[in-house]
């Protein structure tokens, strides 16, 4: 199984500057098709997760463009331009679908106000 | 827009069964493979079974082979997970979870969840 390992999994924040949480796979995730099945998620509090970022770096519609992915074969990064309030006390997960079965699932990180 | 409701979910004692639903619209739902994806209270996310959009292909978890089955019925546009033989670690949230287009299972949106409870 492909393991995900996020860090850091709680990442003290500052409104107005930028976060990054990393996201590192333990084989790389390109694809036969050449495509990298790797995915971000927002979960708030009580709800249901949201997708982010598909494909490591294409930004879903209706996302803020404060938040961005990158990264290639085994390491991946997301970040967030400048933090507002709405992005604190929110678990960010990456979740890769190349090898499977199974999928899997970062542990997540929270964001928290410094 | 891209709809799944699922229900279904409740208390049930250790070694009891329960069958989840999820309800979707919004999309073509007989062109899709679908997921089941859980949340233990307070914990992550992990991945249950993944279903084929012709339902000709299955896969589980480890942890819920054998006793977990999914399936769907295209003609009500509905997927099921078949819970049998629950464990208390099976307590979580369960969420249905629609696959993006492509040859991946990985995931684009998802359902609100429904509780499962398992306490005697």
């Known amino acids: 199984d492909v393991v995900m390992t996020q860090s850091p999994l709680s990442l003290p924040v500052t409104l107005g500057q930028p976060a990054s949480i990393s996201c590192r796979s333990s084989?790389?995730?390109?694809?036969?098709?050449?495509?990298?099945?790797l995915n971000w998620f927002q979960q708030r509090p009580g709800q249901s997760p949201r997708r982010l970022i598909s494909?490591?770096?294409?930004r879903d519609s209706g996302v803020p463009d404060r938040f961005s992915g990158s990264g290639s074969g085994t390491d991946f990064t997301l970040t967030i331009s400048r933090v507002e309030a709405e992005d604190v006390g929110v678990v960010y997960y990456c979740?890769?679908?190349?090898?499977?079965?199974?999928?899997?699932f970062g542990q997540g990180t929270r964001l928290e106000i410094k | 827009q891209v709809q799944l409701v699922e229900s279904g979910g409740g208390v049930v004692q250790p070694g009891g069964s329960l069958r989840l639903s999820c309800a979707a619209s919004?999309?073509?739902?007989?062109?899709?493979?679908m997921n089941w994806v859980r949340q233990a209270p307070g914990k992550g996310l992990e991945w249950v079974a993944f279903?084929?959009?012709?339902?000709?292909?299955?896969c589980y978890a480890d942890s819920v082979k054998g006793r977990f089955t999914i399936s769907r019925d295209n003609s009500r546009n509905t997927l099921y997970l078949q819970m049998n033989s629950l464990r208390p670690e099976d307590m979580a949230v369960y969420y249905c979870?629609?696959?993006?287009?492509?040859?991946?299972?990985?995931?684009?949106?998802w359902g609100q969840g429904t509780l499962v409870t398992v306490s005697s």
């Open positions: 979870a629609k696959k993006e287009p492509g040859p991946s299972p990985i995931i684009d949106y």
């Open positions: 919004g999309f073509v739902f007989s062109g899709y493979g």
């Open positions: 279903i084929r959009d012709d339902g000709t292909y299955r």
């Open positions: 084989q790389s995730l390109v694809h036969s098709d050449g495509n990298t099945y």
């Open positions: 494909k490591v770096s294409n």
């Open positions: 979740m890769q679908g190349t090898h499977w079965p199974p999928i899997t």
